[in-house]
Structures are given as C-alpha cells and as structure tokens.
C-alpha cells in the first residue's frame, strides 16, 4: 500500500519537475536539442520581445545576443550603468577545457571535476553542456577584445584553480570579472546603438506579471522619481545574481538582492536547493559590526600562498615570530594530493574547525595566514607581483598592511548561491515563459561551485544557451496575443506593489533596516553557514519568524515613495530576504546528509568530512511557494554516465 | 572617533543645494568612509530625517559607481583609490570633511551626491566595441598577441568608469577615459578593423557631451584608481592627428 503511494506521488512529481533533458549520449545532447528545436525566421523574430532584468554577463550576454538574432529586448538593471553588475568583482578568472596546457584536459574531465566539486548534486546534462560550452566562449571573448593574460610567444596563459588538477582557468590579471563584463557591457551598447537593445537604468524590478500561466512582463519602480511603470513582453529572463547578501556580511555587492528571484517563486517559479550557498575560503576578516562587507581575495592567491595557523592555541606572537615547525599547514596535512588548492567548501571548513579549536590568528581571532614566503623565494617578487600585483594593493588598502612582507589574514565568508529558481535543461522555471540565467537559477554547480567556473556558467547561459532554448518557447507565442500592459493582472501586481510601499513606510517603528539585516545576518551566519544542525536550524526558524514580526511592526523608513529614496530600496529587498531565510533553513532542515557546502554535524565521517547519503537524498529539492508556506518536490538526479563516489580530495 | 561631515544637500536636480553639517560619533579607525555614511544615515533615520543619498555597490573599488569629492579631492585624500577604500583611519578625531558630489556640467546632480554619469555609457555606445557577433568568433589562439601588446592593453582597460578624471579636472574633461578605452580595443588586432571609426565617433561623442578639453595637467592620473596612465591620451591624440592627416 505505502509503496504504491510512493509511486504515485514519484509519477506526480515526475510530471511537475520535467527536466527535459535530451536524449542520446551525453556528448551528443545540446547537438541532438537543438535539431530538435524549433526555429523563428528572422522576419517573425522582430515580433517578439524579451524582458532581461539585470546586466551582468548573464543579462548583458542574453540581451546582446538576442538583440543580434534579431529579437526585440528590454534590459534593466538597479545600478546607474550596465558597467557596474556585480560580474565586475570576480576576479581570479574562467575555466574552459581547451587543453592548451598539454595536461591531460578535455570535456569530459572538466564536466567530471565540476561534478564531483559540486558532491553529484547537479545535473549531468547541464553539466555536461557548461564543459562542452566552455572552450567556444573563450574564443568568444577574445574576439570580443578581452586582453587575457598571453605568454611571451603571444598564446593565452592558463592557471590552476581550487578542485582542479589541470591547469584550465583563462584570466586577465586579478580583474577577469571585470574584463568580461566590460566586454559583454560594450556588446550590448554596440546593440543599443543599433536600437534593438532599449535599457532601463537605475530600474528595479517589484514584480512578475503572469497572465494566463505565462510570463507576460514585469513591474519596475524608478529608483529616480519612485515612479512604478508596467513593461510587458512574450518572455522574460530573470539574470539577478545571486542571493547571498541575506547573511548581511558576504563578498557581495551592497545592493545584491534576492527579490526578483523571490518575487517570481511567489508567482510559481519553484526555488531550489536554497540552501546551497559557498562560503568562500579567502576573504577579509569581519573587524567591527558596522562592516558593511567582506572584500574577497581571489582564490587563485592559493595557487602560490599557503594556509597556516599557529601549532599553538592562542598563541600571540606575530606570525613572522612563529618559527616553521611551530606552524600548521592543515589544508597540506590534511589533503595531501590537493593542498591549498582543495575545493572552497573544504578549504572554508577546514579554517573554521582550527579557529574553533583556538587557533585563529588577528585580532578578533576569527583568521587564518595565508602565506606568500615561499612563493617569493621560490619565483621572485617580480614574478608574484606580476601574478597578483593588484589584489596585494587592494589588500594594502583595505588594511593598510603590506602583504609581501608578512601574511595576509583571510577567512571564511558568505559568497555563491548554487540554489536558484529550479530551471530545465532549457533554463526556463516553472513558469512557462519565465527563465533564469546566471547565479540566480539552480542548474550546473550541485552543492558546491568550483572556482572559476561562475564567470563561466553566467556567460554560457547568456550568450550559447538561452538565445538556443528560448525560440522553442518562443516559436508557438507568435500566434498568441500580443502582451498588453493594460491587462488587469498588470494592474493586480501594481497596485500590489503600490500597497507593499506605502506598508513600510507607514510602519514608523524604532529601528533601521540595517539593524534588522544585522540580526537576520546573524541568526543566518550562526545556524545555516558552514555547518548546520537540526536544532539550530529549527531554532533559526523561529528567531526568523520572530524578526520578521518584528521587522513589520517596529521598522523606521523615512522620506517618500516619489523620490530616490535608498533606505526604502533596502527595505523592501531586506523583507524579501527575510523571507528567504525561512526558505534556506526549511531546505537545509529536510536535508538529513552532508554533501558539499551543505554540511550537517549529524552526517559525518570519523574524521570530520561530510557524509552523503545518496539512497535518499539524491534529488533536487524545489520548493513550491503555497500562502507562505513551502511544498518541497523532488527532481531525482539520474547518474547515467557517472557513477557518484565519495568526494575525496585527500 | 567623532567628526563632523559636511555634506552637500540637494533634494532634486532643480532644487538650490546646500551644505549641511552632521556630527557623528562612535566611529572607528577601522571603518570605511562609507560605513561612516552609514553611521550617519541611520542617525538621520532614527531622527525621522531624510537619509542622504550616495552611491556605491561592490565596496571593493571595481564597480566604479561610488565616488565623491571628498575635502577638495576626488576619492579624499590618498592617491589612486576609489571613495569605498578609503577608511576613516586617514582622519583624525574632531576632523571637519567636507564632501561634495562629482562638479561637472556633464555629470548632472540627481540628489545629494548622486550624479548622472551617462554620458560614459553614449561615448562606449558610438563606438567601444568590437563588431561581431556572438558565435562568430575564430579559434582564440589563432591570432598570438605578444605579452607586451595584451599588457598595455590591459594596463588601458582597467578604467572603472568612477569619472573621478572628469570631476578632477579644471576643464572637466573626458579624453583619460576616452583614450584608455580606444587605445584598449585599438591595440588588440581584433579591433584593428574599426580602429579608425572607433577614434573618430568616441571623440566625437565625447565632445558632444560637453566635456571640456585636456590642458595636461596630469590630476587625473593621480586620482584615477587604476592609476592609468596619461600616455593614453598622447596616444590617443596622435593617432587622431594622424586620422585627419591621412582621411
């Protein structure tokens, strides 16, 4: 009888959560759908219209590649310019599979590293198709005038990356975010130059207009004059980035947000995995509680520092005072074949578990060394300067310390989403017509993303994918109606909008938004960061719930809604973010294993690492929004051509 | 730590602005500029005042969007950083800061230290960029690109597009931005082709959106925060010499 049940809610689940994924093997998938995919001729394509929210390189590659097959696009973005998308700060570089270094790389070890990296909590096909992509992108952004870092002869220089034991990342100095973006900015002014490209600066998005089960347009405040405009089209792409600025303290920008993410799974888009988020290894220690952020120094800085804390607790003698057998190496102790460059989730444990034990270093005692002695033994200050000349002078000053002289002091901080909208092999939600790009959907990183592969998936999903998958859906809108603003469901979400405003703002409590982000930071930080435990989880549940009330009863905005007015912009993200949090607890609660940055205390080897437990939890979990409530479905990941093992790096 | 900013207020881009003062204590060395303003702001807030307005986003100098004139200087007072790495350990206790939005005629004021920089965004529109379309690209090792060349171009497409150049300048003039972005695509054989073009609609943009002319004082090398070099424009300004020689 139970069994029967069980396979009845399986079909169920089957048919909510198709993941379309193509048939034949996995080499010969994204060829075998797209001859499958319909087609628009061009003429029929200059109907069409596509809403891009955000301009990152998801955005801006999605947008400037629609716009180029001949596509009708509307772009905005929360920032002033498109140059300023948080892509812009990644720094250390992109992973692609051209085997340049003669190392032994191909497809099929970069989609395997990936998977692995991610604990097999990914799916293979998407997995699959961002190794297959990536080696073509790099031709891409050459052609686009990204000056990649080139060896004397003139061919481009690779570097290794945490996870990796090939040497497959392409980067420009420590600003290949920024050289990206700035490549893929240029692309999409080039095409609305062209005008099939209108953007929308200094423009949120508040809301998802769906009519008839289909995603028809967005409400979109000016964040000028306040004003809420209605745009309407026959698709829209969420590329919004990630999330993890709802622990407060991350290496993300201060304006990230989750709302258009959560917005959109209010109107149906399921979320998943939430609680996959990175905690990166290398940041710089908090040092007060009114930091506002934790700058990150690239994990490529591991290439040739090495991570040290004192043999001795609480030892307070300066680390150049610290002779060589007094200190622990625990990343080379404790994995010897990966090292310093073991995998962020790892590496981001392995910090906590020695400055838990006492022995942090710093003032606060909350970091690690890390260490560049050797390297400039070894290869020369030229040559270190030449490799990571700007990220030691951005660390200089932030800190005011010369790094070349004595260690840094990094630690462990809230960085990448890998959950998201839940998506298809076509990126497109559960909302017909809704897609998501980038950091913002679920797709390719399983429960742990591998350095250099972000700047990777946002660009792939932008400029080889999406502008592949979206004619399919595409194709059959042609003969439906034209979306009109005028439509009652636009008028439903403005006034909504309208009303959600005017909520806040006449709360009149006696605290600031910062100080209620402080606390949901905390309470995130504390129970559903680098490790979890049921009761933690349970208690942060409820401390959310309790924030949440009182968030609603006791904030304090000033000014209006008809201005530029950025304390009401934090206010409505940070009630967004709150709940958001509940969601990110609930899944990290259902989720009775360990597997990459999700680890649990209850799920663990003898030795401390993470224990997975693949008979059960071998699913993505996608959650559905219900009344403010949340309906957990299952995709099972299907490993056909990989057989998952215990990730061990050791 | 306490000091007293003042802070330049201006409720819209028509309304008459002025400067106002705002004590704020309990600050720390260790703080950034920007957290000083937060400090502030939620000072303002639970007084039932309006906050200010400024801009920022990543906190790590890439983004460009944060930037204001900070005791007369653009970015405050140290060399080549932008306004969210400088920290309030450059001040000292009981310390008077004045702070002012970008001054130019093509950065217009929007509220408080906000300013509209858009005229960035049509100068890369007329022409930064390499005209060819996704999925059209050759093999990315099949044109080599000796060390030297990669690096000075890198060295030019740095810029972060803060227009701390623009606001430094006593012409406000555009041509550090201008000609780091040229001489960034111009250098690469890829934008070889459009070369030409491309100098002749980015200057004629630039000019076109009132930005001033360079007497080559050299202020904006010292407060760009990618520190690019002035040699921009020289070059900038030979190959469009050249151009009117030679068209």
């Known amino acids: 009888m139970q069994n029967s049940c069980f396979y009845r809610i399986l079909e169920l689940v089957k048919t909510i959560l198709n993941s379309k994924v193509p048939d034949g093997p996995i080499e010969h998938k994204w060829r075998n759908y797209q001859l499958k995919s319909q087609l628009i001729n061009p003429a029929n394509k200059k109907k069409l219209s596509v809403i891009v929210v955000g301009s990152g390189l998801s955005g801006a590659g999605t947008a400037s590649t629609l716009a180029e097959l001949g596509y009708d696009i509307k772009c905005f973005c929360y920032q002033d310019s498109a140059r300023r998308a948080h892509s812009v700060a990644a720094q250390g570089g992109i992973n692609a599979a051209k085997n340049y270094q003669h190392d032994g790389d191909s497809v099929y070890r970069m989609f395997y590293d990936t998977l692995k990296g991610g604990d097999f909590r990914s799916r293979e096909a998407n997995t699959y198709r961002l190794a297959e992509l990536s080696a073509p992108l790099i031709d891409h952004f050459v052609q686009q005038g990204v000056p990649f870092a080139r060896e004397y002869g003139g061919t481009l220089v690779n570097r290794s990356f945490g996870g990796v034991q090939v040497q497959r990342t392409f980067y420009a100095r420590g600003q290949t975010g920024q050289q990206l973006l700035l490549a893929s900015y240029s692309q999409l002014y080039k095409m609305i130059r062209a005008k099939k490209v209108e953007l929308f600066p200094r423009s949120e998005m508040l809301d998802l207009v769906v009519i008839d089960g289909k995603a028809k347009g967005i409400i979109v405040r000016n964040l000028v004059t306040g004003k809420l405009e209605r745009y309407a089209a026959d698709a829209v792409v969420l590329a919004t980035g990630g999330y993890s600025r709802v622990f407060r303290l991350s290496t993300l920008a201060i304006g990230c947000n989750g709302s258009a993410i959560w917005k959109a799974h209010k109107k149906g888009a399921f979320f998943a995995a939430p609680s996959f988020t990175q905690i990166h290894p290398t940041a710089l220690p908090q040092s007060s509680e009114a930091q506002s952020k934790l700058t990150l120094m690239s994990e490529s800085l591991r290439n040739d520092g090495r991570i040290w804390v004192p043999l001795k607790k609480d030892d307070t003698r300066k680390p150049l005072d610290i002779p060589e057998d007094e200190r622990d190496y625990y990343l080379e102790r404790r994995y010897p074949s990966f090292g310093n460059l073991a995998p962020r989730d790892i590496a981001s444990r392995a910090a906590k578990e020695r400055i838990d034990a006492g022995h942090g270093v710093g003032r606060l005692k909350n970091a690690v060394y890390l260490d560049f002695k050797d390297a400039i033994e070894k290869f020369g200050l030229d040559t270190i300067k030449d490799r990571y000349g700007n990220l030691f002078k951005m660390y200089k000053k932030i800190t005011g310390i010369d790094a070349y002289s004595t260690p840094m002091l990094i630690s462990p901080t809230a960085h990448f989403s890998m959950g998201g909208l839940w998506v298809d092999y076509e990126l497109m939600t559960t909302v017909p017509g809704l897609y998501a790009v980038g950091e913002c959907n679920f797709s390719d990183h399983g429960a742990n993303r591998l350095g250099a592969n972000s700047l990777l998936q946002a660009s792939v999903d932008g400029y080889f994918i999406l502008p592949n998958t979206i004619n399919n859906y595409l194709a059959d809108e042609i003969k439906s109606e034209q979306p009109n603003i005028d439509h009652p469901e636009f008028e439903k979400a403005e006034q909504l909008a309208r009303e959600h405003i005017s909520k806040i703002l006449a709360i009149n409590g006696s605290k600031t938004v910062d100080h209620f982000h402080r606390e949901l930071g905390k309470i995130m930080w504390q129970e559903c960061a680098m490790s979890r435990t049921r009761n933690g989880l349970q208690n942060a549940i409820t401390e959310i719930k309790k924030l949440r009330d009182a968030f609603w009863s006791d904030v304090k905005v000033t000014g209006s809604e008809n201005e530029m007015n950025t304390e009401l912009e934090k206010a409505y993200r940070l009630a967004d973010f709150i709940e958001l949090g509940i969601l990110m607890c609930t899944d990290a609660l259902q989720r009775d294993e360990s597997c990459g940055a999700h680890f649990r205390e209850e799920f663990q080897t003898n030795d401390g690492e993470a224990l997975r437990k693949d008979e059960a939890y071998s699913y993505v979990s996608a959650w559905e929004y219900q009344n403010g409530d949340f309906k957990l479905h299952k995709e099972e990941l299907e490993f056909e051509f990989v057989k998952p093992t215990v990730r061990s790096y050791k | ?247």
């Not at chain 2, 003042?6 to 500029?33: C, H």
């Not at chain 2, 690096?151 to 300048?169: E, L």
Request: hydrophobic share 35%; aromatic share 6%.
């Open chain 2, 1 to 247: 730590m306490r000091v007293t900013f003042k802070i330049w207020r201006q409720d819209n881009p028509k309304a008459k602005g002025e400067f106002r003062s705002y004590d704020v204590d309990g600050l720390t060395k260790d703080m950034s500029f920007l957290e000083a303003l937060d400090q502030l702001n939620e000072n303002l807030v639970l007084q039932d005042e309006k906050v200010i307005a400024y801009e920022y986003d990543c906190r790590e100098g890439i983004c460009g969007q944060c930037g204001v004139f900070i005791n007369g200087r653009a970015h405050g007072p140290h060399d080549n950083i932008t306004t969210c790495q400088l920290h309030m350990r450059s001040f000292t206790d009981g310390d008077i800061i004045t702070v002012e939005p970008w001054r130019a005629k093509s950065f217009p004021i929007i509220k408080d230290l906000v300013v509209d920089r858009s005229a960035f965004d049509r100068i890369i529109e007329s022409g930064a960029y390499i005209s060819s379309k996704t999925g059209t690209a050759p093999e990315a090792n099949s044109i080599p690109i000796p060390k030297d060349i990669a690096d000075k171009a890198m060295d030019a497409a740095a810029c972060i597009g803060c227009g701390a150049c623009v606001a430094t300048c006593k012409n406000s003039s555009a041509v550090l931005f201008t000609s780091a972005k040229i001489n960034h695509l111009n250098n690469l054989p890829q934008g070889k082709a459009e070369a030409v073009r491309r100098l002749e609609q980015m200057t004629y943009q630039m000019d076109l959106e009132g930005f001033g002319n360079c007497s080559n004082t050299g202020a904006c090398e010292i407060e760009c925060p990618e520190g690019i070099s002035i040699r921009n424009i020289a070059e900038m300004n030979s190959s469009w010499l050249r151009m009117k020689l030679t068209k």
